[in-house]
């Protein structure tokens, strides 16, 4: 028997609880037993301490999953040191996200580093995002066997949208109080945005629509492309969440794509090579360019990339990416 580990996170409305939530759901399908973390900071310690040892002892063999990072550094310390010595199982980890290469880039503070890192080596198996972040992990001596996954998959209740009439106007989703390029967006781009912590001072082309579910989410967007871009700035992805793109599969990208959304990507994003060789958007340098790109797509090209996205996210939709990345690693365990 194979297992993962579900860890309820307090959050909503965020894509991060969205991806965690629809991991857990593809592996269920594929007959991964859930063992569900009670809600609650004590309710999660004492279980941890107490009853989840005694299960981890009746796991002989297979897989326990792990989605990386859950709960505190002590609290993931404290899970993975009990499944390696008290189960039978290989320790597998789904990357999520690696604070080393997102908040902490630019911190001096290499003892979190360290305990990150420490925790990344102590896994038999890893399911990383791409090859970007593979190779950054390699580097760092991680050397249990990685598959990528490439592109997050997304649970997408919403039926895939019906081919629109290109209209060159944009949609951004997300959190928006770490979307500080927007400011400077150029004026000669429409652009719609989606999602919580929205600021007071958009400029007149920058149309807030409202804050949805993820599962929501997908039935409002009406735009011709979803944005995946980060940072302060509109000439280049910068900063720490701007330079976070080069690692990272942005799970705003999957909503998109599975809602049959073609995209425009930063071009040195991570995920940048599988959106041209899947022809579902359009690579940028600069921001200030994008209203050229636009105008330069025929109505023809864009039918063309609604219908490969529409294609991508029958698979995206079942799980394919995350099902076919962690049956090629057990095969390696």
Excluded at 183 to 211: A, F, L, T, W
Excluded at 280 to 289: C, Q
Excluded at 295 to 318: F, T
Aim: charged letters at 25%; a positive charge.
């Amino acid at each position: 028997m194979n297992y993962i580990l579900s860890w309820q996170d307090s959050a909503h409305n965020t894509g991060g609880v969205k991806a965690k939530k629809d991991a857990e759901f593809f592996l269920n399908e594929e007959g991964f037993i859930s063992i569900k973390i009670p809600v609650g900071k004590m309710q999660k310690l004492l279980y941890i301490m107490f009853k989840l040892p005694f299960i981890l002892m009746k796991i002989k063999s297979g897989v326990i999953v792990v989605q990386f990072p859950t709960g505190t550094w002590t609290v993931l310390e404290l899970i993975t040191r009990c499944i390696k010595k008290l189960s039978g199982a290989k320790l597998v980890y789904i990357i999520h996200d690696i604070e080393t290469l997102r908040y902490w880039s630019e911190s001096d503070n290499n003892r979190k580093k360290e305990i990150e890192l420490r925790l990344l080596k102590r896994a038999d198996g890893i399911i990383s995002l791409n090859a970007k972040m593979t190779e950054w992990l390699r580097s760092k001596g991680v050397k249990a066997p990685i598959e990528n996954m490439r592109i997050w998959d997304y649970n997408n209740p919403q039926s895939a949208r019906k081919m629109e009439e290109y209209n060159k106007t944009i949609g951004l989703a997300g959190n928006l109080d770490k979307v500080q390029f927007l400011k400077k967006i150029p004026s000669d781009i429409n652009i719609y945005i989606y999602g919580p912590n929205k600021e007071s001072n958009y400029p007149d082309n920058v149309k807030y629509v409202g804050n949805f579910s993820p599962d929501l989410l997908p039935l409002k967007i009406k735009e011709s492309f979803g944005l995946v871009w980060d940072g302060d700035e509109i000439s280049t992805c910068s900063g720490p969440l701007g330079n976070y793109l080069k690692y990272n599969n942005p799970h705003k990208l999957s909503m998109y794509l599975s809602s049959g959304i073609p995209v425009v990507i930063w071009s040195k994003a991570a995920t940048a090579e599988f959106v041209k060789n899947a022809r579902v958007g359009i690579l940028i340098d600069d921001l200030n360019n994008l209203n050229t790109k636009l105008n330069n797509i025929s109505e023809d090209e864009y039918k063309i990339m609604c219908s490969n996205a529409v294609n991508l996210s029958k698979k995206m939709r079942k799980g394919y990416f995350l099902k076919t990345a962690l049956q090629n690693l057990i095969k390696q365990l």
